[in-house]
Nanobody
Framework: VPQVAESGGGSVQAGGSLTLSCVVSNYIYDRFCMQWFRQAPGKEREEVASIDDIDSITYADSVKGRFTISKDSAKKILTLQMNNLKPEDTAQYYC????????????????WGQGTQVTVSS
């Protein structure tokens, strides 16, 4: 079973920065979508950013201009650079990869990590 491991979360003040990383192992595909989601207490899960198997990038409107997603396909590492953080960015952040590689898939057809907590204080 593929392993997905997030790291890099922490507590920062508003306006600060954090860099999240996601490392994928035991996954045979070399071309695949990688996605960042987040979920805050009492809120629905939200897709934050994704980079698909042909390196097309999408961002949620709420993070455009502040977050940058990047991928090292050879090392199977996904990074999310988060700048100018706001209290509303506080959430558990998760990385997801699709069953069977290639295109992004619905969350129920993806492998997930355990998440990393990001807390932004005002």
């Amino acid at each position: 079973v593929p392993q997905v491991a997030e790291s890099g979360g922490g507590s920062v003040q508003a306006g600060g920065s954090l860099t999240l990383s996601c490392v994928v192992s035991n996954y045979i595909y070399d071309r695949f979508c990688m996605q960042w989601f987040r979920q805050a207490p009492g809120k629905e899960r939200e897709e934050v950013a994704s980079i698909d198997d042909i390196d097309s990038i999408t961002y949620a409107d709420s993070v455009k201009g502040r977050f940058t997603i990047s991928k090292d396909s050879a090392k199977k590492i996904l990074t999310l650079q988060m700048n100018n953080l706001k209290p509303e960015d506080t959430a558990q952040y998760y990385c997801a990869i699709p069953w069977g590689g290639f295109t992004c898939k619905s969350p129920e057809y993806s492998y997930w990590g355990q998440g990393t907590q990001v807390t932004v204080s005002s």
